[in-house]
């Protein structure tokens, strides 16, 4: 295996191909833009919905063959190689089948979903099967594989917040180009196929389809489906964390050990300790989650 990728062994994303096969009529996005260079495509995305929110509405896409300050949660930074991964934000203005928009309490559940949508549609396009590490990281054998993070766009005039979230997902690094010895990439699990370009439509895909049933029941996590399933219950199938013994690293230093048990109705998630008291941890609340017998590091 080489240590290094030329850009005509990482081919371009077609942005003029992806356009016509997800945006309206062939698919459900209302815009997907590409950019090759950029700070962060959460940041931009964010701002250009702010500033101009007519002009992105829902399921709006960007993306980008390289981010010179993606950041992952709590401000970590992110970075690769140009074109060795797939870096894309969607902007989401969550309303039900009625028109009325979601509860904000249901957002939490998005990032999630997002997660999800890509473990799913990984698996189906290159055989590799990862699993979710609560709250945001897709992961193969422990090892990350992608992260997910979600930020509030302010609402104008009294309207809802909108959402982005953002996907960086590995896939053409090489040992010498993992920005941690504990990542991992689509390209070193010899997966199926590293076409950047095939793994976002199905990415995209699969998020819009799980995006639209989650909207049709009004974000509700718990409510069944059309395939007979909830979405909390599929996120909780592909969720590696549940069952396990784990530290929450909290805020001010503050730790809780104990066995991850279930998500609660906003994908928290509830440990019992070794006490067998219950208690529930937030995404917010969160600096880091690790096996318990792993080391801070």
Request: aromatic share 4%; charged share 20%.
């Amino acid at each position: 295996m080489t240590n290094r990728y030329s850009n005509l062994e990482r081919p371009g994303l077609d942005a003029a191909a992806l356009s016509v096969a997800l945006c309206a009529p062939a698919g459900p996005y209302a815009r997907v833009e590409l950019v090759q260079e950029t700070g962060s495509t959460n940041d931009d995305l964010a701002g250009l919905a702010e500033l101009e929110p007519g002009q992105w509405p829902d399921l709006s896409v960007l993306t980008a063959e390289m981010q010179r300050a993606g950041r992952g949660r709590l401000g970590r930074s992110w970075v690769a190689p140009e074109r060795s991964s797939l870096i894309v934000s969607l902007l989401l203005r969550p309303v039900n089948a009625g028109g009325r928009p979601l509860p904000t309490e249901s957002y939490s559940w998005l990032s999630l979903l997002a997660a999800l949508a890509l473990a799913e549609s990984v698996e189906d396009r290159t055989e590799v099967s990862p699993q979710l590490k609560w709250p945001n990281d897709v992961i193969v054998d422990s090892r990350k594989l992608a992260g997910v993070l979600a930020r509030f766009v302010p609402g104008a005039n009294g309207s809802p917040p909108a959402l982005v979230v953002g996907v960086g997902l590995n896939v053409s690094l090489t040992d010498s180009e993992l920005p941690v010895p504990t990542a991992t990439s689509l390209l070193l699990e010899y997966a199926g196929t590293t076409d950047r370009n095939i793994l976002l439509k199905s990415f995209l895909r699969t998020f819009a389809a799980r995006y639209a049933a989650f909207c049709a029941v009004d974000g509700d996590a718990s409510a069944t489906l059309a395939d007979g399933s909830t979405l909390a219950e599929a996120v909780s199938g592909r969720m590696h964390t549940l069952g396990r013994a784990v530290r929450a690293e909290l805020p001010g230093g503050r730790e809780l050990t104990g066995h991850a048990l279930a998500l609660d109705e906003r994908g928290g998630l509830v440990m019992r300790d070794d006490d067998g008291g219950r208690h529930t941890v937030s995404v917010g609340d969160i600096v880091h989650l690790r096996p318990a017998d792993q080391d801070a590091g």
